[in-house]
């Protein structure tokens, strides 16, 4: 066989084996408690829902890439309250061996903080890197055993950066 015609079998190979592949997308809901520590002189911990929804619309073998849509009410009853509303990249690893996801993520959007006491509230451009693990427990639930973000609002002439660590349950669809 010539050697061109033996680079066009494989590369023909090779897009059968990746395109059905990369056209299969998977959808996942999710709704999380987060924790977040914001850096504002009158804040502590505060708490609440995570909720959103990723779609991966692109697959190759172990990694996936689409994007996810998400929001946060936290401290909704409390004098600081961070709300999010965000959208990004979603990236994630899937080794098909263990029952595992971890995924990478960064978003950006608008953010609501109100820092109580008389320091008033704004609302404003919201970043978010973010990373995390799934573990499948059933087979189209997950279960996210923890989850890490760093973030940055600008309010206040400076920059508020609250860190959120978050567990929750991701609802794959078919």
């Known amino acids: 066989m010539k050697p061109l015609r033996r680079g066009s079998l494989i590369m ?17 809901i999710y709704g999380e ?13 505060i708490y609440g829902p995570t909720f959103g929804v990723y779609f991966d ?17 936290l401290g909704p009853s409390g004098s600081t309250q961070l709300y999010s ?7 994630a690893f899937r080794p098909r061996v263990i029952p595992i996801q971890p ?3 960064g978003l950006v959007g608008v953010g609501y903080f109100n820092g109580g006491a008389g320091s008033g509230s704004d609302t404003e451009f919201e970043y978010q890197f973010l990373g995390g693990i799934d ?4 087979p189209r639930i997950d279960w996210r055993l923890a989850e890490f973000s760093y973030g940055g609002l600008s309010i206040f002439n400076g920059t508020l950066h609250p860190k ?11």
């Open 12 to 28: 023909l190979l090779l897009t059968l084996c990746f395109v059905p592949a990369a056209l299969h997308a998977q959808t996942g």
């Open 103 to 105: 995924y990478v993520e």
């Open 57 to 73: 619309r692109w697959h190759v073998p172990v990694v996936t890439a689409g994007v996810d849509v998400r929001g946060s009410i």
């Open 33 to 45: 408690f987060s924790a977040a520590k914001v850096n504002s002189p009158n804040a502590d911990w």
């Open 164 to 174: 959120t660590i978050s567990t929750g349950v991701v609802l794959r669809l078919p």
């Open 85 to 91: 509303g965000l959208i990004g990249p979603h990236l």
């Open 135 to 138: 573990l499948t427990i059933l």
